[in-house]
């Protein structure tokens, strides 16, 4: 069965340093993999995906993840945090199997102070 | 190009009573998809249409949950008798056919008191 671990439910940030958002994934077969982004009261909102093409994939607003094989990883990161980057965020795998049906993780609650 | 639309953003109602909930996917996407999120957690599928064929709705609760998508384009998800444990964020998404990407509305708060 597929499915997604995050690795933290929170993670605090100053402004302008580095973020880095743990998930690492379980899947029998080559897994087409999200990170999704919720702001409160506000919909989920795709920034990237991974569907076997390059590992290092580009998302918006400058994130980006890196699909790690061997470690069965996909970590969102980001150079510089800004406060509008202060959300909810979810890994999330598409089982193939089930007609896409997405699995997501239980989400990290990025914080990022002044 | 309009997103997904979903109504009332907010709910909040007794126990027992009923409840629905709609949605309008993105014009042209035939497959859509109604979650639950509860407090706390990601998100679960609950149940998924192709046209205005549920084709999987293995997790939806049957005995007090519904849903239906007439004409294969708007759909609404209905509760009846509502109960506490149904406290919870409701979400629509809709899709070209899988596996495209999933877009999602801002999703319904119920709160059942």
């Known amino acids: 069965a597929q499915s997604v671990t995050q690795l933290d439910s929170h993670v605090s940030v100053s402004e302008g340093t580095p973020v880095l958002l743990r998930c690492n994934y379980s899947?029998?077969?080559?897994?087409?993999l999200f990170w999704y982004v919720q702001h409160p009261n506000k919909g989920l909102q795709l920034l990237l995906k991974?569907?076997?093409?390059?590992?290092l994939v580009k998302g918006i607003n400058g994130f980006e993840a890196e699909f790690k094989k061997s470690e069965t990883s996909f970590h969102l990161t980001k150079p510089s945090a800004h406060m509008s980057d202060a959300a909810e965020y979810f890994c999330?795998?598409?089982?193939?199997?089930?007609?896409?049906?997405?699995?997501f993780g239980q989400g990290t609650e990025l914080s990022v102070k002044p | 190009e309009a997103g997904v639309v979903q109504s009332p953003r907010y709910k909040i109602i007794e126990k027992k009573q009923p409840v629905a909930f709609w949605c309008n996917p993105i014009s042209g996407h035939n497959t859509l998809y109604w979650y639950r999120q509860n407090l706390g957690q990601g998100p679960e599928l609950l149940i998924r249409y192709e046209n205005e064929e549920a084709v999987d709705d293995s997790q939806l609760p049957k005995d007090r949950f519904s849903a239906e998508r007439l004409k294969g384009v708007d759909s609404t998800l209905k509760i009846q008798p509502a109960e506490l444990g149904d406290s919870a964020v409701y979400l629509c998404a809709s899709s070209l056919a899988p596996p495209n990407t999933q877009y999602f509305g801002p999703g319904t708060r119920l709160t059942v008191l």
């Open positions: 991974y569907t076997s093409a390059a590992t």
């Open positions: 999330v795998v598409s089982d193939q199997n089930q007609g896409g049906k997405l699995i």
């Open positions: 899947s029998s077969y080559s897994p087409s």
